[in-house]
């Protein structure tokens, strides 16, 4: 399934093979996204898998829990209406062609 990040300068990463179930944290990481680090290996406590959800794929992607909303006020890009943290994310069917933006801090 397909995932493209926008990075700050317009330049588009594009991973056409993400398997269902893999965080999008994991698949940044696998395709080399700059300022996607997940220090906390996807354990939710580090908020460094910051992304912004486009517009268009919000509904499909849903909203943060309770302690995913929390740790967004820590990020160090500003955080805003569609941020998401990558790691608490998962590859669906639903999700094929998602659009992320990786924030610039």
């Known amino acids: 399934m397909k995932v493209t990040w926008e990075l700050a300068d317009g330049t ?4 056409e ?3 269902e179930g893999t965080t999008l944290k994991d698949a940044a990481l696998a395709n080399n996204v700059p300022l996607i ?9 580090c ?3 910051h ?3 486009a517009e268009d794929w919000a509904e499909a992607v849903g909203g943060p ?3 995913e909303d929390f740790m967004l006020d ?4 500003p ?3 569609r941020s998401r943290l990558s790691c608490q994310i998962e590859m669906s069917a639903a999700l094929d062609g998602v659009r992320l933006r990786v924030p610039q801090p």
């Open 17 to 19: 093979n993400v398997a």
């Open 12 to 15: 588009e990463i594009v991973a």
């Open 79 to 81: 955080r805003e209406a």
């Open 74 to 77: 820590a990020t160090e890009a």
């Open 51 to 53: 992304v912004v959800v």
């Open 65 to 67: 829990e309770e302690t």
């Open 47 to 49: 908020a460094t898998c």
């Open 37 to 45: 680090l997940g220090d906390c290996g996807g354990n939710l406590s």
